[in-house]
């Protein structure tokens, strides 16, 4: 039995596989132009292969796109590329910064700065003595 592919014009919201990684590398020029653009900024920005805009537009709109477009036709990371990134530095924190058990990180083995370098500050209070003697002045009224 052979099996047919639709077309990603007549099924907007397939999702192909190349698809979706050339939707992830026009978010890579996106981070790098490091703000919200129009498509013809992203197909410009475009070094490693020739997208158009129209192609920009349609990577907005397949599942699984980490690319999204507003309503001015602006592309901005979408909600999935949101998660993802911070997923992914999530991850990286917690096994760099904080290495557990058991989980090979770069940083094991290494002391955190403050681990052996305690220091408490602290400051002694001055004592407040009730038995200090004190001149009172009163006004004679003269």
């Given at each position: ?47 490693l ?8 537009i ?18 901005v ?9 911070g ?21 094991n ?34």
């Amino acid at each position: 039995m052979e099996s047919s592919t639709i077309p990603l014009e007549s099924s907007p919201l397939s999702s192909d596989g190349l698809e979706v990684e050339r939707a992830w590398y026009l978010l890579t020029v996106l981070l790098r132009i490091g703000r919200p653009c129009r498509p013809e900024e992203i197909s410009a920005g475009c070094s490693l292969l020739s997208v158009p805009p129209e192609t920009v537009i349609r990577s907005c709109f397949v599942r699984d796109s980490p690319l999204s477009v507003t309503g001015n036709f602006f592309v901005v990371p979408s909600t999935i590329a949101t998660c993802a990134l911070g997923n992914f530095m999530a991850k990286v924190h917690s096994s760099c910064v904080w290495p557990r058990t058991g989980v090979m990180s770069p940083l094991n083995g290494l002391k955190r700065p403050w681990e052996e370098n305690v220091k408490t500050y602290s400051r002694k209070r001055k004592c407040i003595s009730l038995r200090v003697p004190t001149r009172l002045l009163f006004h004679s009224g003269k």
